[in-house]
Nanobody, 116 residues
């Protein structure tokens, strides 16, 4: 059974940094695409950043230059380094994976709050 477990969320002041981590388990070598979604109160869930098994990345425009996604394929870990955080980055952040067979999975989410 595939499981994604996030950690690293919290409260940070505007301009600060946080690093989110996601540990994936249940199906070694089958995590094709990994990434992060977020959902702010009253808004739809949106894809923030993804990285495929070859290391190619993609970001939404609002986080380009501030967020960096990386992954450790050997350990099935994915990270999201978030710098220069803004209040509009406040959301629940969900780890995501698309498997080599096409299945999609999400973690339970971790809260990120950017406030002074």
């Amino acid at each position: 059974q595939v499981q994604l477990v996030e950690s690293g969320g919290g409260l940070v002041q505007p301009g600060g940094s946080l690093r989110l981590s996601c540990a994936a388990s249940g199906s070694s070598n089958s995590f094709y695409v990994m990434g992060w979604y977020r959902q702010a109160p009253g808004k739809q869930r949106e894809l923030v950043a993804i990285v495929d098994s070859g290391g190619s990345t993609n970001y939404i425009d609002s986080v380009k230059g501030r967020f960096t996604i990386t992954r450790d394929n050997a350990k099935n870990l994915v990270y999201l380094q978030m710098n220069s955080l803004k209040p509009e980055d406040t959301a629940v952040y969900y780890c995501y994976s698309r498997m080599t067979w096409g299945g999609n999975y999400w973690g339970q989410g971790t809260q990120v709050t950017v406030s002074s």
